[in-house]
């Protein structure tokens, strides 16, 4: 076999080899972003939500207690018109329990944790913590919050825009997407909407004080909850001619025009 030929042949099988390789990762599968689709989702885009006060419109849960009979009811309501990733913006929890009035039982509340995540379609961008929070009776002569089936204990979760810790997790899921001259700043709504968020993940436990009117025992119990808070997906652009226009994204990050005005001056 002549050299040019052995040459040629090795060049043949590189290219080959290529081919093959580019073949084979072409037909990969793409990882997706873990599905959030079995939670209660208040849609703070919704025309009954946009038309009537927030307050008024929106989650009850009812949750089981462990080893208990009465179950714990939480109402969920938006305290905000507009649900913005990059916004300050809270949420309003009415707690109470069901079916413990005819039970030999107290129950408080000791300590309500609470993550405030990011949901995206997209791996990278998907469980990011924005905010947290813990709330607790503030003196020592109460065991804690009571509740019953009448009186109920109403909080309000604060949740931050931007703060250190979710402008650094943003920073690390950019860096991971491969763009260049990538510094840790706060970030444009779309930015995030552009790269599949679309709801906040809303992550609690509920920490319960039972004491048994009878015997004087008490013992503590956790209750988790979770909710999902889709975000305002609309943006408004001006453009170079004073035109409002207004995109709306869906969850893959996909923008398209739904409406245009001109500025009034």
Same mark, same amino acid.
């Not at 208990?68 to 949420?91: A, P």
């Not at 790269?195 to 906040?200: D, H, I, L, T």
């Not at 808070?229 to 869906?250: C, F, L, W």
């Given at each position: 076999?002549?050299?040019?030929?052995?040459?040629?042949?090795?060049?043949?099988?590189?290219?080959?080899?290529?081919?093959?390789?580019?073949?084979?990762?072409?037909?990969?599968?793409?990882?997706?972003?873990?599905?959030?689709?079995?939670?209660?989702?208040?849609?703070?885009?919704?025309?009954?939500?946009?038309?009537?006060?927030?307050?008024?419109?929106?989650?009850?849960?009812?949750?089981?207690?462990?080893?208990?009979?009465?179950?714990?009811?939480?109402?969920?309501?938006?305290?905000?018109?507009?649900?913005?990733?990059?916004?300050?913006?809270?949420?309003?929890?009415?707690?109470?329990?069901?079916?413990?009035?005819?039970?030999?039982?107290?129950?408080?509340?000791?300590?309500?944790?609470?993550?405030?995540?990011?949901?995206?379609?997209?791996?990278?961008?998907?469980?990011?913590?924005?905010?947290?929070?813990?709330?607790?009776?503030?003196?020592? !002569?109460?065991? +804690?919050?009571?509740?019953?089936? &009448?009186?109920?204990?109403?909080?309000? =979760?604060? %949740? /931050?825009? *931007?703060?250190?810790?979710?402008?650094?997790?943003?920073?690390?899921?950019?860096?991971?997407?491969?763009?260049?001259?990538?510094?840790?700043?706060?970030?444009?709504?779309?930015?995030?909407?552009?790269?599949?968020?679309?709801?906040?993940?809303?992550?609690?436990?509920?920490?319960?004080?039972?004491?048994?009117?009878?015997?004087? !025992?008490?013992? +503590?119990?956790?209750?988790?909850? &979770?909710?999902?808070?889709?975000?305002? =997906?609309? %943006? /408004?652009? *001006?453009?170079?001619?004073?035109?409002?226009?207004?995109?709306?994204?869906?969850?893959?990050?996909?923008?398209?025009?739904?409406?245009?005005?001109?500025?009034?001056?």
């Amino acid at each position: 076999m002549k050299k040019s030929e052995l040459i040629n042949k090795k060049i043949i099988t590189g290219i080959l080899s290529v081919a093959i390789i580019t073949s084979l990762t072409a037909c990969l599968p793409k990882e997706l972003a873990s599905s959030d689709q079995n939670y209660d989702i208040l849609d703070t885009n919704s025309d009954d939500y946009l038309e009537n006060n927030s307050l008024q419109n929106g989650i009850m849960q009812e949750l089981d207690v462990p080893g208990e009979d009465f179950k714990l009811i939480i109402q969920y309501m938006s305290g905000v018109d507009s649900w913005n990733i990059t916004s300050d913006k809270d949420l309003h929890m009415n707690i109470l329990t069901k079916g413990l009035n005819s039970l030999d039982k107290e129950v408080y509340i000791d300590n309500i944790h609470i993550d405030t995540y990011l949901v995206s379609t997209q791996p990278l961008f998907n469980g990011i913590k924005q905010d947290t929070v813990d709330d607790h009776i503030h003196n020592s !002569e109460m065991i +804690g919050f009571p509740i019953d089936d &009448t009186n109920s204990f109403y909080g309000i =979760n604060e %949740i /931050e825009g *931007q703060n250190d810790e979710f402008i650094k997790g943003t920073f690390y899921a950019y860096q991971g997407t491969g763009g260049g001259n990538i510094v840790e700043k706060r970030r444009l709504e779309s930015d995030y909407l552009s790269n599949g968020v679309w709801a906040n993940k809303i992550s609690g436990v509920v920490g319960l004080i039972i004491r048994d009117k009878k015997t004087g !025992e008490t013992r +503590g119990v956790d209750v988790k909850t &979770t909710l999902l808070v889709a975000v305002n =997906n609309k %943006i /408004e652009y *001006q453009k170079s001619d004073g035109t409002i226009v207004t995109y709306e994204y869906d969850k893959n990050g996909n923008r398209k025009e739904v409406s245009s005005r001109k500025r009034v001056k």
